[in-house]
């Protein structure tokens, strides 16, 4: 640069982290974005730009997107979203795939919005799925419009598998007085869901509402699961629960991280990660969620173990954080609430529980972590890694708190 000096100055050297550029290529496909491109510092970890946000599509239908590739030909290396830390430029191909035949080896594929909506259109208009498979193969988000339940009511119940593959889909429901509110309303018949996130925002007046599902019947199943939500219900009597409104099959491995009210009624059952436990089984799940203002019905864990005439539900190896809990205990009734099968946890003891879970529980071990504002490479980063590369990236389907990290550095450099 060009300065004149009217005294003596000392200029000091300024230094900034080398960048390095990811193109994302379309493969075959096209992107509705004018630029496929991201650019990342070294050292840094940030989350790849999802499928979504670029505006990826194939225009053969019957091709679905299932992840990203080093190569043009090859397999999937980096999953939708993943967390990277390259150490190069680098060019990622989409790698595209047909539509499975809905077998547990071959599964039905969904990789945007509209073909999730589809899902729900068709059990809700009489096709349940039993015993089909389907899987998620992209980050999904959309609040500009309302969320209509996959399931949307007990006589129209989602009865197949749906495995979430680590992926993360973000909603909104507001002001519906559908009696079964989550992204799944009911499942029945052998329903299950597993692997999956879930962000939403969930209000009106449903009486059995959940982050993953309204309604969790005796044979179905929520496995491996994590939702982060803020949930509420008008109604005078009403189940509310970060995963599961009301389960009467069997919730694990999962974690529930937000805020859940019940305005004050001391009818609505309330509880972390169920809010009505009828003779179901809650099993090692984790609760990090400010839950509603009365006594009765307020758990966090369970709001309720048992009601009327039906067998007492069973809560096993479920934790939740001491310093969220306000008073109430890990399963609440109208008495005011009892710690069995919960364990109040400090801290520390909630960040060494999560470490302690295998990989096969990666969703549920990475979001309490999340929730702790716990990140590294020895929480967030190796813990959740799926596939490994020599560039530097990091596959893994987590990463909130990485992320959460480099922007706040980001931001600080902006001020300097």
Not at 52 to 76: A, I, Y
Not at 312 to 328: E, I, R, S, W
Not at 344 to 352: Q, T
Not at 384 to 398: I, Q
Request: aromatic share 10%.
């Amino acid at each position: 640069a060009t300065y004149t000096a009217t005294d003596d100055v000392t200029l000091y050297a300024v230094w900034g982290f080398e960048k390095y550029t990811i193109t994302f290529d379309a493969n075959g496909g096209t992107f509705t974005t004018d630029d496929p491109t991201m650019t990342v510092q070294s050292g840094i970890t940030m989350t790849l730009t999802t499928a979504q946000t670029l505006g990826l599509s194939h225009k053969d239908q019957e091709m679905f997107f299932t992840g990203w590739s080093r190569t043009q030909n090859g397999g999937v290396n980096f999953v939708d979203g993943a967390n990277c830390t390259p150490e190069k430029d680098m060019t990622l191909y989409a790698v595209w795939s047909k539509n499975g035949d809905g077998s547990e080896g071959d599964p039905f594929l969904i990789d945007n919005w509209s073909r999730l909506k589809k899902l729900a259109a068709e059990v809700n208009g009489g096709n349940f799925y039993t015993n089909t498979h389907f899987r998620l193969t992209a980050e999904l988000r959309n609040i500009d419009e309302d969320w209509t339940p996959i399931g949307q009511s007990y006589s129209r119940s989602f009865n197949g598998i749906f495995n979430g593959d680590g992926h993360r889909v973000t909603y909104k429901i507001s002001n519906s007085t559908d009696t079964y509110q989550g992204l799944f309303g009911c499942l029945d018949t052998g329903g299950t869901i597993k692997n999956l996130y879930v962000y939403a925002t969930i209000s009106g007046g449903g009486m059995y509402c959940g982050g993953i599902a309204g309604w969790v019947s005796t044979s179905c199943a929520i496995k491996n699961c994590s939702s982060l939500v803020t949930l509420s219900s008008t109604v005078t009597e009403g189940f509310l629960g970060g995963i599961a409104g009301c389960n009467t099959g069997v919730t694990e491995y999962c974690t529930a991280q937000g805020n859940i009210t019940n305005g004050g009624n001391e009818n609505i059952h309330v509880g972390g990660i169920v809010g009505l436990n009828q003779s179901g089984t809650v099993s090692r799940c984790s609760g990090l969620v400010w839950v509603g203002s009365t006594r009765n019905y307020v758990g966090m864990v369970v709001g309720d173990n048992k009601e009327d005439t039906y067998a007492v539900g069973t809560v096993v190896d479920c934790n939740y954080l001491a310093d969220m809990a306000g008073g109430h205990k890990g399963v609440g009734n109208g008495d005011g609430g009892t710690d069995a099968g919960t364990g109040s946890l400090s801290l520390d003891e909630m960040k060494a529980y999560a470490l302690g879970l295998g990989d096969e529980f990666a969703v549920c071990r990475e979001d309490i972590l999340s929730g702790l504002s716990y990140g590294g490479d020895d929480g967030l980063g190796e813990a959740g890694e799926r596939n490994s590369s020599s560039n530097g990236c990091n596959a893994g389907p987590g990463g909130v708190c990485g992320a959460m990290l480099a922007l706040l550095v980001i931001r600080k450099e902006k001020r300097s």
